[in-house]
């Protein structure tokens, strides 16, 4: 049986007259990144304060591990953290003492804990330094070692990626790959369309506060829509001739040097290749592809629409 960490039933925000997240509902499971994925303004942030309780609940619930949020707010997030929006840190400290200040006000946070976490985030180096030295991927490492403290099994990171560059993205990635295998469902929310395709297990799409739709990541090559791109040499007309008489029904489009057909069987693909192969047509590439998460999620979202966010007061 799956076990869900976070749920989310019909979860609304309205400030005056203007919806901001609107009826969302879904539910994350244990040991999977989770992304919630839209463009600036779709109520991403939003979301996640009030998953956090940074801001009231218009309507709906929100459950963190069966414990719901509106109900009992301090048992629900025993078992949370999260970095809203930028990791808060003093910066005249050093690292460490950023750690031991956030340890005192969490129960059962040992010594020894506190040297877990700053070796998972790979800080040794640096943890006696003043945090104003460090750079912006120190500093969300340090943020990941904060939340990390009382050794959550639920990880909210509000666009963690934000000014990294590509080797920080490169090991924040592997750490929240590392916790989830772990146990811990991570969810994260972002723009970066490419990077949440390799850094998720699943997205949620949002726009205009709206579910748009759910995507497993991990299984994109069991879709129906696979694309098969044969790269010929030499006379494509003929090649693509032959395939339309052996193959009727068989849609053949053609894109430089390439036939494009539309299968997901293995089989298929292989016969067509023998078909090729056999009337003398030199077939030098075979390649199977997908829709990338950009292409699904722009036909989704239609790139249209008004992007902006309404401003929602933090301590509301």
Known sequence: MTTHTLEL???TKKIKSKTIVDDL???VREGEIFGLLGPNGAGKTTTIRMIVGLISITDGDVFINGTNV???YEKAMEQVGAIVENPQLYDFMSGYKNLMQYARIMPGVTKERIDEVIKLVDLEYAIHDK???YSLGMRQRLGVAQALLHKPNVLILDEPTNGLDPQGIYDLRNYLRMLANNGTSVIVSS??????????DRVAIIQHGKLVRIDEITNQEDEADVKVHFQIEGDLTQAKQVLSDMNPELAVAESGNELIVQTSDVKSIAEINKQLVLAGVL????????KTLEERFLEMTKKGGDMNEVAVPVNE
């Open 70 to 72: 509106r109900g009992n």
């Open 25 to 27: 509902s879904f539910s």
């Open 131 to 133: 945090v104003k030295t």
């Open 191 to 200: 723009h970066m369309l490419a990077e949440m395709q390799m850094m998720c």
């Open 9 to 11: 039933k019909n979860l």
């Open 283 to 290: 077939v030098v590439g075979i390649q199977r592809k997908t």
